[in-house]
């Protein structure tokens, strides 16, 4: 019987996470994109057409930097909007992540709900995603459900705490996470949801052995503004400023592991120019989730979804090209100029050397 409630509280809450965000939209400071600029060329050399927007993510080759991050499932409504992500990211051959499989590892009547993705996109990256503390049989159903080729771990202490249903047990996450990684054949990426991720844990998540971090910022989606939304309050204001902007975020996981694994850049990503700046970073993907579905939820929302996916790519075309880059690898070795709270930040953080690198970066290697 108490499991029978937990399952029908979980399913309630994913439907209302749905229906926040919609509702909501962004709460809190910015991301910080604004505080970074790239140094344009006026003499490009280079045609259109060379111009490719391919990423390496883990391993694994794609077509645009793009992934749709991970959103939902579990619900009767999930499998609609699953589906029509799918459907999307089939469009432009973007990676997927679904939401937490959580619901349909207990409950296999669910199942459907994430596993519509796959039927939608059979060639296509899938991403899993579970719970910190999960263990390594439950990552492996999660990955099993959808042949996902890539596995998130998300990390959400703070969304936790502003449930009344939430966690509070946080110990043990660390180990559980080392030992998924070692296991599992899969790359295994640590996320945060929106609150962001700092150099220390940076280092931990590494040294448990993921293979990517996706930074999880905040600026975009806050998790804490829903889960007041839900209990019909409005998050104040220190709180809606808690956690560390994307673009900070990114600097500081960048500055320290940058070289050992993957960075994805997620939190607040809203268009083409910011996930430019943010691959210009040195990202190697970034993931976009809350304006995602505040299209799909428009009138004719597929087409919009569709447009709006269609003038980004465009946009990170012509910024490839307007900066001499063919590919992202020759972008990231354009100089990047961070000013602004997210530069001083850097800089008292002790990371003005990376702040520096990108601002200096040699015009011609
Ligand atoms: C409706 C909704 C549900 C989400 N559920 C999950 C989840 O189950 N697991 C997870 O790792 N992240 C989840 N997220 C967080 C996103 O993947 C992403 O990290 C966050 O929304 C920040 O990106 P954004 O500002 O582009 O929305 C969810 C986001 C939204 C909008």
């Given at each position: 019987m108490k499991l029978k409630e937990g399952q029908e509280l979980r399913q309630s809450r994913k439907a209302e996470h749905l229906a926040a965000v919609r509702d909501l939209g962004d709460v809190g400071p910015?991301?910080?994109?604004?505080d970074v600029a790239l140094v344009p060329s006026c003499?490009?050399?280079?045609?259109?057409?060379?111009v490719s927007l391919e990423t390496t993510l883990c391993g694994i080759r794609l077509p645009s930097p793009i992934i749709i991050n991970a959103m939902t499932g579990g619900h009767p409504e999930a499998e609609a909007v699953n589906r029509r992500l799918a459907r999307a990211a089939k469009r432009f051959g973007l990676a997927m992540a679904v939401g937490s499989e959580r619901a349909a590892l207990t409950n296999p009547d669910l199942a459907r709900t994430y596993t519509v993705t796959r039927e939608e996109y059979p060639d296509g990256v899938l991403i899993a995603n579970m719970s910190l503390n999960t263990g390594v049989r439950d990552a492996q159903s999660a990955i099993a459900l959808l042949d996902a080729q890539l596995l998130q771990i998300h990390w959400n202490a703070a969304q936790e705490l502003f449930m009344d249903e939430g966690d509070r047990r946080f110990r043990g996450g660390l180990e559980a996470l080392r030992e998924v990684c070692q296991t599992i054949p899969q790359p295994v990426i640590a996320k945060e949801v929106g609150q962001g991720v700092a150099a220390p844990e940076a280092i931990r998540f590494v040294q448990a052995g993921v293979r990517a971090i996706d930074v999880g910022g905040s600026g975009g989606t806050n998790f804490l503004a829903v889960e007041a939304w839900r209990r019909g309050e409005r998050l104040d204001t220190e709180w809606q400023g808690w956690g560390l902007p994307t673009v900070v975020s990114l600097g500081e996981v960048l500055a320290t592991v940058g070289g050992q694994v993957d960075v994805i850049a997620s939190g607040g990503v809203r268009s083409g120019h910011d996930v430019a700046k943010a691959m210009a970073m040195g990202a190697t993907a970034v993931g976009m989730a809350g304006p995602l579905l505040r299209l799909l939820a428009q009138p004719e929302g597929d087409q919009k979804l569709e447009q709006f996916l269609a003038a980004l790519h465009l946009t990170l075309r012509r910024i490839l090209l307007l900066t001499g880059s063919r590919t992202w690898q020759d972008l990231q070795r354009r100089p990047v100029v961070i000013t602004g709270a997210s530069g001083q930040w850097l800089d008292i953080r002790g990371f003005y050397r990376f702040r520096e690198r990108l601002a200096r970066r040699p015009l011609n290697p």
């Open positions: 910015s991301p910080g994109f604004s003499a490009p050399e280079l045609d259109w057409e060379e």
